[in-house]
């Protein structure tokens, strides 16, 4: 079974930029798609990125195209989330995941996904 440790989060202000960082270690075959999911008190978690390790494929929430560009480093087993033009409404406790090959659940479904890390806090202030 994979481990995931995100880390990267911290306080910016609007307009700002935070990358993250999602090391994988342990089981890690079959561990594709990598996700980042975030969450916000009393809200469900909330699809943000997914990329393939083998193609690279990546999928983004309308949400945060054009400002969020997730990537992977195979050699290293990290996948990576820069976040640029951060606004208010990024805040949130944000995760990366490990999921199988095929699944019947989409990359952008938190059903996809059976690994996760234990977050990281990102806040953007005014």
């Known amino acids: 079974q994979a481990q995931l440790v995100e880390s990267g989060g911290g306080l910016v202000q609007v307009g700002g930029s935070l990358r993250l960082s999602c090391a994988a270690s342990?089981?890690?075959?079959?561990?594709?798609?990598m996700g980042w999911f975030r969450q916000v008190p009393e809200k469900e978690r909330e699809f943000v990125a997914a990329?393939?390790?083998?193609?690279?494929?990546?999928y983004y929430a309308d949400s945060v195209k054009g400002r969020f560009t997730i990537s992977r480093d195979n050699a290293k087993n990290t996948v990576y989330l820069q976040m640029n033009n951060l606004a208010p409404e990024d805040t949130a406790i944000y995760y990366c995941?490990?999921?199988?090959?095929?699944?019947?659940?989409?990359?952008?479904?938190?059903?996809?996904?059976?690994?996760w890390g234990q977050g990281t806090q990102v806040t953007v202030s005014e």
């Open positions: 342990g089981r890690t075959i079959g561990t594709s798609p």
């Open positions: 990329v393939y390790w083998g193609s690279g494929n990546t």
């Open positions: 995941a490990a999921g199988p090959p095929s699944s019947i659940f989409s990359v952008t479904s938190a059903r996809r996904y059976g690994v």
